[in-house]
């Protein structure tokens, strides 16, 4: 059972991995949300509704909430004003007193009910998955911090692989080859189906 010590170790790297994704969508300001991202098929646009709509949900999870309707994407007038709020609020439901206790529904996910610490876990590496998606697709990248790099890693490498990964609606896409010894950010990206020399086309 995880100590009151590494949960708030692991409240702390998840607070930076949401502010990493934050600082890319800022960046993304004035940029044309038709540009195309990592995630085939997805433009900045969805990509950024699909974001906003995982923080409500895992907020609303951390809080308790069960309410399928809650993880529905909804059209946003300010694409990254709604990802910016929705950032600020998913930290804060995690580190509400006692949210860490609990066992959270998460439907997208089987079996769909988790520890939230684990859940927490997912939500991290997510955000910076995300945060590098939003980056690369203003052609530049993210700066993992040396305390954050290794618990991603970790995180992406207790990712199921096999055939769950070729599913239409797999969240990430199989594992990609590459060098032990690249940068740990790549091997993240790699493990959970990203190329890190993608570029927008």
């Known amino acids: 059972m995880p100590t009151v010590l590494e949960d708030q170790l692991l409240l702390a790297r998840h607070a930076r991995a949401v ?24 433009d900045l646009r969805a ?33 990254i004003g709604d990802y910016l709020r929705s950032a600020d609020d998913v930290v804060e439901a995690f580190a509400a007193p006692g949210a860490l206790s609990r066992t959270i529904t998460l439907p997208e996910i089987p079996p769909g009910r988790f520890p939230a610490t684990l ?10 998955v995300h ?38 609606a797999a969240a990430f896409a199989p594992v990609l080859a590459g060098p032990a010894e690249a940068p740990t ?9 990203r190329e890190p020399t993608w570029r927008p086309s």
């Open 19 to 42: 502010r990493l994704s934050v600082v890319a969508v800022e960046a993304a300001a004035g940029a044309p949300l038709t540009i195309e991202t990592p995630c085939a098929g997805w």
């Open 185 to 193: 950010l790549d091997r993240i990206l790699r493990v959970l189906g």
């Open 131 to 168: 945060a590098w998606d939003v980056a690369r697709s203003l052609g530049r990248t993210v700066d993992l911090d040396p305390d954050l790099a290794p618990t991603a890693l970790r995180i992406a490498e207790a990712v199921p692989t096999g055939e769950s990964r070729l599913a239409p």
């Open 47 to 79: 990509l950024l509704e699909h974001m906003a709509t995982q923080n409500r949900g895992f907020a609303a999870a951390a809080r308790g909430a069960e309410d399928p309707a809650v993880w529905a994407v909804r059209r946003a007038a300010d694409p």
């Open 119 to 128: 859940a927490l876990c997912f939500h991290l590496i997510d955000s910076v």
